[in-house]
Structure formats: C-alpha cells, structure tokens
C-alpha cells in the first residue's frame, strides 16, 4: 500500500536559499574562487595522524568519554596564552571550545537576542551569521564599511538619536575587526577603542567575531576590541582557518553569565573532548610560530597573485582594498554593473564566484563580488580570474 504523505509545517526560522559560498561540481578543472577554504596542501597531516594516535593509544580510555581526558583543560590553557597576542588576558573558566565559530556565533545570538530585538552589524557582512540573527526574529540594522572598518560614527550617531527618541538601542552588534569576510579590511585602533566605550556607554554587547587575526601578512596584530570592554564583549576564534576546518574547533571567551547561559544552551555537552584531545596533542608537537609562518608565506603569495592577475585581466574597470591578512578580495565594479548578470556564465565557462548581495541585508551589493585566495593553486588562481574577466567582458562590452 502507498502511503500518502500530507503536508508538513517545518519550523519558519529555516532558511529557504541554500547555503552559499560553495559549489558541488566536481571537476577537476572547475576554479573555486568561492570557497572560504584554507589551503588544503597546508594541512598538517603527518602530524595530526601522530596526535590522533598518541590520543586513542595514550589517552582513549578517558579522551572517549563525554568529559575527556586532559585535552580540553590543554585547549583553553592554549588558547588562554595565544590570546595574549592580541591584549587578551584571561583565566581558563572565561572559555568554552565550540564546534567551530559559526556555533558561538550561533550560541552568542541565541543567548542575547529575543524576536524584534536590535542587532547592528557591518554592511557587508558575514551572510552565516546574517541568518543566524534573522533566525532569532531579531531585527537587522546595517553600518557601512571602509577601508578602516566599520564607521563608527555613524553608529554613535545612530546610537544618540536612538536615545532621544526613546527607539530600540541594540542588543548586539556583531563585528569582525581583522581581514574582515568579505572585505578583507581591518578595524582601525581608534575605532575599537570608541566602540568598546559606546557598548559600554549605550550597553550593549559586541560579539567579536576574529576567525582571521592569526592571518596577518605582515605580523601586526591590533588589540582585540575585547580588551578595551571585557564585560560588554563576546569573543569568537578558531581553529580552522589555523589547522583544520573539518575538525569544527572554536572558542568563545566572555564573562560568567554570557558563559553561564552558554553552557545551558549546550545542555551540558562538552564540545567534542576527543577531537580535544588530538588538537592539544598536535599543538604540543608542532612550532606553532613555524607553522604559522608557512601559513602566511603561502596565503600572501596567493594574494600578490590574485592581485596581478586581477590588474592583467581588469584593468580600472574594478576597485578593491588590497588585504593585509585573511582569505578574501572584495571587488567593486562600475555602479550599473550586476555581477549576477555573468556570474552564471563564469560558472558555466569553470568558475564560481560569490555575489554581492547575499552579504547585505539591504538590497545593496549588486555591483560586487567575493573572491578567495587561499583555497585554489596558483594556476586556478590565474585562470580562474581570466575566465571571470572572459565571462565579464562577454557581457559588459
């Protein structure tokens, strides 16, 4: 017998598009300039394959129980000390690992963020974390960016008028201060340095969102806005742009009661000890500082590359703020360009790319695009952007 299935009403917050950013083509000759990958030739093999041994044949017995072994204490000692780089001085208990940064993001938004309450973020923006807030009813207001970050005047100025006509202050504002997705800007020091103030004058929570800090080609690392506003700032880090996206590791630090909500919303699970356990096991092994090293000689090769081959293939028909660290190159073309109108013939010609729009909550960014440098070789790199510029021009002239 068939059985007929009626409709079903599935929850409202699940997003109807996609998930963008990837593709599933897989042929080999395909240039994703898409993906917001790492570069996976970088990734330490040899040692993981050691680390995950020395964690099942040393330490599984406890590392595969639901509290773990010594692994996740080793993780937030870790993370504890490398924060210091960026002004950050904490204890462990101000700490929780989570499955990558997408879910302390995703945990932060729920832990604060009630429907139709306020959250303020850069335009443009991450669009995981755009959808993210949307799923908490919450209400999205956009600041724009330039090539010093997020402008924060005009948040102040939002903040004052908000304030005399007795509307809504926001509950959270969301911002990523260093090689920023999809940018690839950074937030200047005086601008986190008046924004800490403003949380704090207008209270309100920062959510810090710093995947690509440890990226930094030229070995500059600014104060995190966290150190300037330590109870009115939810910090965010991982570990895969840093070892490995597949082993969905990131960090949250915060005070005791963002961090107390946090665990409930968590159920009480510890943030999987055994993958705990092989990272804080690699990281005794390896020179992180020549690991990183390699890491940053790499991806800035691929950035002076995607550069010239952008300035061979484009010409002045585009603009762009050249990165100092990250993945991403953010290209602005003429204002009556829409980038939707070739994107599909680039792909069809082998390449994906991701359009503007999806990282505006407003009906903004028609005219740009995102491009990553640091998953494609050299060679995908330099074809890649020939055959965006073909697709480009086919169109355009």
Partial sequence: MVKQLQNYQYAKYIPS??????????DPLHVHL???YPSTHLFPLIELNRAASNAILNHGEHALHYSGAEGPAKIREWIKHRSKIRSIYVDQNQIITTAGAMQAIDLAAKVLLNPDDEVWVEEPTYFNALQSFRMTGAKIKSF????????????????????????????????MPNFHNPTGVSLSLERRKKLAHLAYEYNFYILEDDAYSELSFKNRYLPAIYS????????????????APGIRLGWMIANEKVLQNTHLLMLGSQTNPFTQEIIASLLEEITFEDHLERLIL???QKRDIMLESIKTSFGDDVTFVVPE???????NFHPEVDTANFANEAFRRGVSIVEGKPFFETNQ?????????????EEQIRRGIKILADAYYAYYE
Avoid at 325 to 331: A, E, M, T, Y
């Fill in 325 to 331: 660290g990250g993945f991403f190159l953010w290209l």
């Fill in 144 to 175: 724009p960016i330039d090539e010093h970050g997020v402008q924060v005047d005009l948040i102040e100025e939002a903040l004052v008028k908000a304030r005399k006509l007795n509307k809504k202050i926001p509950k959270l504002l969301y911002c």
């Fill in 34 to 36: 898409s993906f917001g």
């Fill in 365 to 377: 960014g028609a005219n740009q695009l995102r491009l990553c440098f640091s998953y494609c070789n």
């Fill in 17 to 26: 598009s996609p998930s963008i950013g990837g593709t599933t083509v897989t």
């Fill in 298 to 300: 790499t991806y800035r």
């Fill in 228 to 243: 300037f506003a330590e109870e009115r700032v939810i910090y965010v880090g991982t570990f895969s742009k840093i070892i």
